[in-house]
């Protein structure tokens, strides 16, 4: 590739090695560094070490073309580096602020191995002001070597769906990047010109704005999916459809249909971390936030809704024989980073039921691993789980759910309970079955309204 740069990308987890080997197959020069030497020999014998559709592939294709290699030495990748990339974890204090104390090691590092000229990029979920951050912890480096060597520091934040991470890279929407100096944006251009296939996808601001634009999206997404869950309790209530609520909105080019699904919350690494870390910048800034706190609320109180179904229907759910479809906090990946399993099998552990799970990708959770099999474990097939069970769960909507044979399942969960998180079956499948079915804001309370309405046009 004409105009190849050498690229260090700091982080072999999620957002680093995605970079990494994305960068590699538009024909950059790219060396991936990572602390972990375990995890740095397991990648270069071609393991990844962990579930994303496509990218064990491209990073195969990149260590075969020789543009992606691996290392555990920080000042190797730092002398390789026109463009130096960090990628490390930013998890969240108690306070739910970002913790950014590896993202300032690795800027602690650089100051003190750089020897030329470089774009230090910010990729990691930081608040704003963590360039200003990341500029003076180099800087202050440099002064106590008494070196004068010219960089810029830039942001440039990820926005990769788990699941669809490849794909998000290879063919983006936008690639944000935030700078305060001409030469770092036209490195930055030069390093995503391949990528950029169309008119506005890269697009140029300054550092406070591109570190808050993936907050401020993530929110958004949070949002309407909080929002929706609000719309399925009250349809609930007043025996609505949220399902056919969704169709209708989605119709309407001014909402559109993504991220309209109510269901049993959102987790994963992103959502509820951002949401608390844009909640600590407004008390740190001391600006009240309402909407972000009703968003997390919400949200919070999804994670009991699952078994309050259940309980409707049963009562008390100890010595209760439980199914848990689904692991994951999303279909296409094994990240189980707050997922809404999590919360409903530590609930129903606490309340004295057993439990069955399966997941196609996640075969273990190190939580339960010391548990009784009496109590916990996970089969390998879905129907195994569900024999004879009080209540199968479905947390998360896998498309190997989607496609299940209705009938066979409802023979093995015979007279049982199904709570349906995701709202995936149609109510219908299982009319005049044994079974009692429950989705998320699709219950018919008709004689409630009624009764509701009676008693007001009474008084």
Aim: one cysteine or more.
């Amino acid at each position: 590739m004409d105009n190849a740069l050498r690229v260090s990308v700091f982080g072999a987890g999620y957002v680093g090695l995605v970079t990494a080997a994305g960068l590699a197959a538009i024909g950059h020069h790219v060396l991936c560094v990572d602390v972990d030497e375990k995890k740095i020999s397991s990648l270069t014998n071609g393991e990844v070490p962990f579930f994303e559709p496509g990218l064990p592939e491209m990073i195969s294709r990149g260590v075969a073309s020789r543009n992606l290699h691996f290392t555990s030495s920080l000042t190797t990748a730092i002398d390789h580096g026109q463009v130096i990339i960090i990628g490390v974890g930013t998890p969240p204090l108690s306070s739910g602020a970002a913790d950014l104390s590896q993202v300032l090691s690795v800027a602690t590092s650089i100051g003190k191995h750089i020897k030329h000229r470089a774009v230090v990029v910010v990729k990691s979920t930081v608040p704003v002001g963590t360039s200003e951050l990341v500029h003076e912890a180099i800087q202050d480096e440099l002064n106590r070597r008494g070196d004068l060597i010219a960089f810029s520091v830039a942001s440039n934040p990820e926005f990769l769906k788990e699941g669809d991470a490849v794909r998000d890279f290879m063919v983006p929407d936008r690639i944000v990047i935030g700078v305060s100096d001409e030469w770092a944006g036209d490195v930055l251009g030069l390093l995503y010109e391949p990528l950029c296939k169309s008119d506005g996808v890269l697009m140029k601001m300054s550092t406070q704005s591109s570190e808050m634009c993936k907050y401020a999206a993530n929110a958004m997404l949070a949002t309407r999916i909080s929002f929706m869950n609000e719309m399925a309790r009250l349809s609930d209530i007043v025996g609505a459809d949220i399902c056919e609520i969704q169709r209708v909105m989605a119709a309407d080019p001014r909402i559109g249909s993504k991220y309209l699904n109510a269901g049993a919350g959102f987790g994963g690494s992103c959502f509820p971390k951002d949401l608390r870390a844009i909640r600590a910048m407004g008390i740190d800034f001391n600006c009240d936030l309402p909407l972000i706190e009703s968003v997390i609320e919400v949200n919070t109180r999804q994670q009991s809704v699952l078994i309050d179904k259940a309980r409707e229907v049963l009562g008390s759910l100890k010595g209760k024989r439980c199914a848990v479809w689904g692991l994951a906090f999303k279909p296409d990946t094994d990240d189980i980073r707050e997922a809404p399993a999590l919360h409903l099998i530590h609930a129903l552990l606490a309340e004295g039921a057993s439990i069955v799970a399966h997941d196609p990708v996640v075969q273990w959770l190190p939580m339960y691993s010391s548990l009784s099999p009496d109590l916990f474990h996970i089969v390998d097939d879905p129907y195994a789980a569900i024999a004879n069970v009080d209540v199968l769960f479905l947390v998360t909507e896998w498309s190997e759910y989607r496609a299940i044979d209705v009938q066979r399942m409802t023979e093995l969960v015979g007279d049982g309970v199904i709570v349906d998180g995701r709202n995936i079956w149609a109510k219908f499948d299982f009319t005049g079955t044994d079974v009692a079915y429950l989705g998320i804001g699709r219950q018919s309370n008709v004689e409630h309204v009624r009764e509701t309405y009676a008693v007001e046009l009474a008084g």
